[in-house]
């Protein structure tokens, strides 16, 4: 089992930077591939990266040259450090481990970018 907390939301003007953190406890953290998440009003959730025990990552288009996710081991924290936010950022962000079936997911926290 693996818990997951995330923190750092809030709210910020457009071109504003933010960094989420996730922290996780239970299995050994450093075997799992990390990735988050968003879910806007009215929208489902999306991809928004994901970094694998290789620290390999992937992001997905919208975010690409904006976002940068990375992870300490040591801390057992995975970062996403959101740079140039728009309005279309505004979402609830969530962390989650265990592709491909996600299976553990923490409980989100809000970013809101104002224009």
């Known amino acids: 089992q693996v818990q997951l907390v995330e923190s750092g939301g809030g709210l910020v003007q457009a071109g504003g930077s933010l960094r989420l953190s996730c922290a996780a406890s239970g299995r050994t953290f450093s075997n799992y591939a990390m990735g988050w998440f968003r879910q806007a009003p009215g929208k489902e959730r999306g991809f928004v990266a994901r970094i694998n025990w290789s620290l390999s990552t992937v992001y997905a288009d919208s975010v690409k040259g904006r976002f940068t996710i990375s992870r300490d081991n040591a801390k057992n924290t995975v970062y996403l450090q959101m740079n140039s936010l728009k309005p279309e950022d505004t979402a609830v962000y969530y962390c989650?481990?265990?592709?491909?079936?996600?299976?553990?997911w923490g409980q989100g926290t809000q970013v809101t970018v104002s224009s």
């Open positions: 989650a481990a265990h592709p491909p079936t996600w299976d553990y």
